[in-house]
C-alpha cells in the first residue's frame, strides 16, 4: 500500500518575497520533492547575489529610512499579537505546506509546531512589554545610561528540520527589538515560511521582514557575507556554521550559532525505569529524529542495562511508521533522498567499527518511492564508534554501558558537541553532581525535552556560539549605548581661557 496524498496542492513555483511583494529570482530553478511519496510537487527559483543584495536593501531603508525602530513599543506588541493571530488563523494550511517539504507528522505540526510558532511572537511581545534600560549615578554628579537600540538588518538562515518553530523565534525576536530581516528558509523546506511571510505582510510594513531563498552555499553565503547586514542568526550544522562565521567574520558581523548535538541520555538504575524508558523513546525518535537536541547517546547502568535494552528494541519494533497525514503514525519519511542516504551510511559505518544492529538499519520495505527509514538502534563497541561521535540527525540510537558515575560522566563529556545533556535518576546527589559536570548547554533532569523561552538555549564546545531565550535574545538583537550627561552645570577646565 503506497497511495499517499499530498497534504496540499502546492505553489507550482515558490518565489522570494522582497519589499512586501513576491519576486523572481535571478538564479536556477530547484525541484523540491515530497519526502513520503519522492514526488516532485513544485519549482524553487533560487535568488543569486543581486536577489540578495535587493533584499538586504528593502531591508536596510526600512531600517534607516522607516519608522519601524522608532515604532512605540505599544505598536509593536499589537503587531507581533497580530503575527501569532494570523498563524493561528491559517494553522491547518500552515501545517499541511509543512508538511509537504519535511515529511513531519501533521500532528505534531499543527498541535505543537505551530502552537508553538505562533507563542513566539507572544513571548517577545510580552518580553518587550517588560523590558528596561539601566542607570547608574556617580558620585562626581553624573547620571548615565544604558540604552538598548536596534541592531540593523539581521540575516536569518534557518534549517529543514523544524522550520516554523524554529525560524519564527528568529523572526519574532528581531523584529520585537525593532530590526528588520532577511530570512533564507532551507531550499529543501520553503513553502510554510514563504506563505508565513506573505501573511505577516498584512500587518508587517514594507521590508521589514524579507525572504529570499536557494542553496546554503550560493543564496545562504551571498546573504551571510553582505556587507549591509548586521547580524547573522544562524541554525544548522556545525560545518557550515564554521563557514557562515568565517563569512561573517570577514565584516566582523556578529553571529549566533545554533549548531548540531551528540547528547548523551543517561539513565541510572536509581531512575524511574518506565518514565526513563518513555523518555528514551521520545529522546531520539520524535520529530522523525532529525533534532538538535536528540538524546542520540543513551547511557544505561550496567545493572539494568540488558533489560533496558531489550525493552527499547521491542518498543522500537512496534512503532509505526507511515504517512504523515495518518493519525496513527509515529515516525515519517525523512526530509529528503540524499538524508536517507547518509543516515543508512551509518549502519554500514557501524557494522564497521564493530558496532552491532540491534534494530533497524534498512529502508522501510512498506514503502519503497518515499524516504522512509526503519527506526534503528545500535549497541556501541565503545564511545570512539562514528555512531557515538557523529550527529546522525535521524531515528538512529546508540547504546552504551556504564558502572559508575565517573565513568558515565567521563562517555557524556568525551564528544565534540554540547548541546543538550539528559538524566534519569530520583537520587538527588546523582543529580546534582551530574547536572554540575556535564559540558552542555542545557541539562533535562527526568525530562525529555523542554524548551523554556526566558531561560537560554545553545551549546557549548561545536554546538554552538551565543544562545537563544527571552533576555539571551534582547542581548543579540539590540546594542548597547551609554549615553552620560551631567545633573547640573560644570565647572569645566577652559583650554587656552587663560587664568
Ligand atoms: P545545514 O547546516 O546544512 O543548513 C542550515 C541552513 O544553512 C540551511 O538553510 C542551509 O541552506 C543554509 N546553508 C548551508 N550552507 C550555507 C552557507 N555556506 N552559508 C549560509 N547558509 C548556508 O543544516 P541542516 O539544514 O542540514 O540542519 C540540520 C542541522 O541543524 C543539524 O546539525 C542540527 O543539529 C542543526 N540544528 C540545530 C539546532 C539548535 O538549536 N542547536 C536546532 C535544529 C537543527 P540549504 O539547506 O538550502 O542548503
Known amino acids: ?40 510537487v513544485s519549482i524553487l527559483v533560487e535568488d543569486a547575489y543581486k536577489d540578495v543584495d535587493k533584499a538586504v536593501m528593502s531591508a536596510r531603508n526600512a531600517f534607516d529610512k522607516s519608522s519601524w525602530r522608532k515604532q512605540s513599543v505599544e505598536k509593536r506588541i499589537e503587531i507581533l499579537e497580530n503575527c501569532r493571530k494570523l498563524i493561528l488563523d491559517n494553522l491547518d494550511e500552515l501545517a499541511r505546506l509543512e508538511c509537504l517539504a519535511t515529511g513531519l507528522i501533521f500532528r505534531e505540526i499543527k498541535g505543537f509546531h505551530l502552537q508553538r510558532a505562533a507563542y513566539n511572537f507572544r513571548f517577545f511581545a510580552q518580553y518587550i512589554s517588560q523590558a528596561h534600560g539601566e542607570r547608574f549615578d556617580n558620585t562626581e554628579g553624573y547620571i548615565t545610561l544604558v540604552n538598548r537600540e536596534p541592531a540593523g538588518v539581521i540575516g536569518l538562515i534557518a534549517p529543514w528540520n523544524a522550520p516554523m518553530a524554529l525560524a519564527t523565534m528568529k523572526i519574532a525576536a528581531a523584529i520585537a527589538f525593532g530590526n528588520c530581516a532577511v530570512l533564507k528558509p532551507s531550499e529543501q523546506t520553503p513553502f510554510s515560511l514563504v506563505k508565513l511571510v506573505t501573511l505577516l505582510s498584512q500587518v508587517l510594513p514594507p521590508g521589514v521582514l524579507n525572504l529570499v531563498n536557494g542553496r546554503g552555499p550560493i543564496t545562504g553565503s551571498c546573504l551571510v557575507s553582505h556587507p549591509g547586514v548586521d547580524r547573522i542568526s544562524f541554525t544548522g550544522g556545525t560545518v557550515t556554521g564554521r563557514s557562515v562565521m568565517e563569512h561573517a567574520g570577514k565584516q566582523l558581523t ?31 525518535y520524535s520529530n522523525n529524529g ?7 547517546r543513551i547511557l544505561v547502568e550496567q545493572t539494568i542495562f540488558d ?46 567499527d564493530g558496532d552491532k544492529i540491534l534494530v533497524g538499519g534498512r529502508r522501510f520495505s512498506k514503502y519503497q518511492n518515499g524516504y522512509f527509514l526503519e527506526p534503528t538502534a545500535v549497541l556501541a ?21 556504564f558502572k559508575s558515575e565517573d565513568e558515565a560522566i567521563a562517555i557524556a563529556n568525551d564528544t565534540e558537541f554540547g548541546l543538550v545533556s539528559y538524566v534519569w535518576s530520583d537520587h538527588m546527589p546523582t543529580i546534582m553532581n551530574v547536572s554540575e559536570a556535564m559540558r552542555s548547554g542545557v541539562v533535562w533532569i527526568n525530562t525529555p525535552m523542554m524548551r523554556e523561552l526566558r531561560a537560554p538555549f545553545g551549546g557549548f564546545k561545536n554546538s554552538g556560539v551565543a544562545r537563544e531565550g527571552g533576555y539571551s535574545c534582547e542581548q543579540f538583537y539590540t546594542e548597547e549605548k551609554t549615553v552620560s550627561l551631567p545633573k547640573s552645570p560644570l565647572n569645566l577646565k577652559k583650554f587656552g581661557g587663560g587664568k
Open 307 to 352: 533489560q533496558f535494552v531489550e525493552e527499547f528494541v521491542e518498543r522500537t519494533k512496534n512503532i509505526v511508521v507511515g504517512d504523515p497525514l495518518d493519525d496513527n503514525t509515529e515516525i515519517g519519511p525523512i526530509a529528503s533522498k540524499q538524508h536517507l542516504e547518509r543516515i543508512l551510511s551509518f549502519a554500514d559505518v557501524a557494522q564497521h
Open 1 to 40: 500500500m503506497e497511495n499517499f496524498l499530498n497534504p496540499i496542492e502546492p505553489p507550482k513555483i515558490v518565489k522570494s518575497w522582497i519589499d512586501n511583494e513576491e519576486s523572481h529570482g535571478s538564479g536556477m530553478e530547484l525541484p523540491v520533492f515530497y519526502p513520503a511519496t519522492g514526488n516532485q
Open 381 to 401: 563497541k565503545s564511545n570512539k564508534s562514528r555512531a557515538c561521535q557523529e550527529e546522525i540527525f535521524g531515528p538512529f540510537a546508540s547504546f552504551i554501558s
Open 254 to 284: 556578529p553571529c549566533s550559532l545554533e549548531l548540531g548535538g551528540k547528547s548523551a541520555n543517561i539513565i541510572f538504575a536509581s531512575a524511574d525505569y518506565q518514565r526513563a524508558l518513555d523518555g528514551a523513546l521520545i529522546g531520539i
Open 290 to 296: 532529525q533534532q538538535c537536541l536528540a538524546g542520540s
